[in-house]
């Protein structure tokens, strides 16, 4: 046994994979991005579109692998991910619409109708990635759900209104009386540490104003309140990490911030919307002058890592961008240019391996706590819609999505 794990250790290690080494090296070289964002943008949607092409059936990889992978047994490709599989589809729908090509459009229905295809029984959608135990997942499901409602508004197909309104079901009937959703965790996340389901209470929002169920809405305020209620005064959120709650991701405090600002909107609910604003004020701050964040925060918004979570910083420029078009204060925007910068330079738009050109990596460096030697889809997918929301913020005074974009 412990000859099989030192070999599989061994064999991931980047010396052994040119690959990893090369991105390193890069990296250390430095990159000057463009200033446009356009060509970012479509290297980032070219790579989401090869994610799509390297599964069959219409799902998108999870992500790519520069090393030799000792959880999925290879690198390269991973298999494809309903979880976030489901929220690239309304990134897909937008860019179809502020690119003006229809082949986007086409990705997006392709990718709705899979998951429609792998919806359990339940109507939950699962946890990890097709092929892993199909287990019930309350965050995924969420984030599908968002998948639907884009597809179903875009096409006006009933079924994904059919789907979306399945999973909706299986969340309310999931639901403690509290609030909280302790049931249907992920197996592949701790279960008692899960307070970014804020971003599956917003899905479920929208879902219950989009296809009039009541229950849908009350739901989804009863969970965001009780977000709230943990909350604290700083704006922190504890309980909110995939493995560390005492210095939660940036991912995660990100997914959170979003759920309670789309949760507010939707439910024309304020005092959400402050809340989200009092954590992204905090980690607005935290934003060095070369566009630099921590990867991970402790509860005095400290700086917890010496690498940066790339998936967070595009996640936090989206929310900043979110509360321009929902305050009206372009303040919030301050932030944004440092933050796109330093995630373009990132990006590898120049390499001959078409699992790294063009995505966004877990983390900076490569070798970082998150997403480690891997470029991720939903990395990659927040990246595009921040570059799509920022364009379309210099050339409108008040921006104008179409409105499967606000599920993005």
Known sequence: MRLAAWTRTVRAHPILN??????????????????AHRPHLIAALEWLARAQDATSGGGIARGYSLTWDPYFGHRGWQAPYPETTGYII?????????LSCHDWAERAERAARWEVHVQLPSGAVQGGVIGEPAAPAVFNTGQVILGWLAAWEETGDGAFAEAARRAGRFLVNAQ???????????LYARADATLYNARAAWALGEAG????EPSFCAAAAKQLHAVVRLQHANGWFPNCCLGDPERPLLHTLAYTVRGLLEGGRVLEDEALVRRAA?????????VLDNGWMSGRFD???RPAASWSCLTGEAQMANNWLRLVEITGDRRWAEPVARVLRFLKATQNRA???PG??????GSAPVSGGYGRYTVLSWATKFFADALIRDERARVATVPLHPSCFVLA
Do not use: N, V
């Open 176 to 186: 403690d009386g509290d609030g909280h959703w302790r049931r249907g965790s992920s």
């Open 278 to 286: 009092l954590a992204a004020e905090s980690l607005a701050g935290s």
């Open 299 to 301: 509860q005095d918004w």
């Open 351 to 353: 390499s001959a391996d």
């Open 18 to 35: 040119p690959a990893a080494l090369l991105e390193a090296s890069r990296e250390r070289l430095g990159e000057e991005p463009t200033e």
């Open 90 to 98: 309304p990134t897909l729908y937008a860019a179809a619409r502020h």
């Open 356 to 361: 790294l050109r063009g995505g966004i990596k």
């Open 209 to 212: 104003r989009r296809l009039e």
